[in-house]
């Protein structure tokens, strides 16, 4: 059975930074077929960063510059980094995965329907 478990969230002031973590079990593919998404309460779930089958990094406009998305399959473990947060980058921030070996390329891989397996999420909070 695929389980993603997300951890290192919390709350910080505006500025600061956080690095989520989320390991996958029971999931047959690589850590570049997954990716992070996030959903405030008023808003849909958004993608925010996520690696294409080419293991090419791709990111919602508003964290480019901030956001870093990276992997290590020998842990089976996604890491979101997290630099410069804003008050509107509070959310709960969900790692996903695609079926193995699902292809996606450049901004469509940020499309949840892109993904079947989902965490129960980690809380971020930035206050101002």
């Known amino acids: 059975q695929v389980q993603l478990v997300e951890s290192g969230g919390g709350s910080v002031q505006a500025g600061g930074s956080l690095r989520l973590s989320c390991t996958a079990s029971?999931?047959?593919?690589?850590?570049?077929?997954m990716g992070w998404f996030r959903q405030a309460p008023a808003n849909e779930r958004e993608g925010v960063a996520a690696?294409?089958?080419?293991?090419?990094?791709n990111y919602v406009d508003s964290v480019k510059g901030r956001f870093t998305i990276s992997q290590d399959n020998a842990k089976s473990t996604l890491y979101l980094q997290m630099n410069s947060l804003k008050p509107e980058d509070t959310a709960m921030y969900y790692c996903?995965?695609?079926?193995?070996?699902?292809?996606?390329?450049?901004?469509?891989?940020?499309?949840?329907?892109?993904?079947?397996?989902w965490g129960q999420g980690t809380q971020v909070t930035v206050s101002s």
């Open positions: 996903a995965a695609r079926p193995p070996g699902s292809y996606c390329r450049g901004r469509y891989c940020l499309y949840s329907a892109m993904y079947n397996f």
């Open positions: 029971g999931y047959p593919g690589s850590t570049s077929y």
């Open positions: 690696i294409d089958n080419g293991s090419r990094t």
